[in-house]
């Protein structure tokens, strides 16, 4: 079950509207801003092998299905797939109540050295991490 949960989310590749725009987080409230902040800090604690601290940002239910040991192996397996993580940018954040149903999204463009992906990091109403997907942009 965990192997196929982890290629599930790692090969996932959903539905984005066209572009990935880059939009300047200058313009975000305070909640939204902080979710930004939240998934960057996310992104950079799996980047630096810090899978505890990333574990921290889920919701209940993931925390039951992408223990730290298991988020490693995806971590570890997209770098192996993607070449090694360079770095991160905001993108733009899909609003609660519109496209992504009750979850506030925020997309992340992420570079590795073979390729360029989006990180999708939903966040329920309490902002919790409730669904993380690396996924291809087109």
């Avoid at 196929?4 to 725009?21: E, P, R």
């Avoid at 909640?31 to 604690?45: G, M």
């Avoid at 992340?108 to 291809?136: K, P, R, T």
Wanted: contains cysteine; proline residues 1%; aromatic residues 12%.
């Amino acid at each position: 079950m965990k192997k196929s949960l982890y290629i599930f989310i790692i090969l996932m590749i959903s539905l984005i509207a066209a572009g990935c725009n880059n939009e300047d987080t200058s313009e975000l409230n305070e909640e939204t801003e902080e979710l930004v902040e939240t998934a960057e800090s996310f992104i950079d604690h799996l980047d630096a092998g810090n899978y505890e601290e990333a574990y921290e940002y889920f919701d209940e239910t993931m925390a039951a299905e992408l223990q730290p040991d298991v988020l490693e192996e995806v971590w570890e397996t997209a770098a192996g797939q993607l070449g090694g993580f360079i770095d991160h940018n905001y993108n733009r954040v899909i609003d609660r109540n519109t496209e992504a149903g009750n979850y506030q999204v925020v997309l992340m463009d992420g570079l590795f050295e073979a390729s360029e992906m989006v990180f999708q990091i939903s966040f329920n109403e309490e902002n919790e991490i409730a669904g993380f997907f690396i996924q291809n942009p087109q």
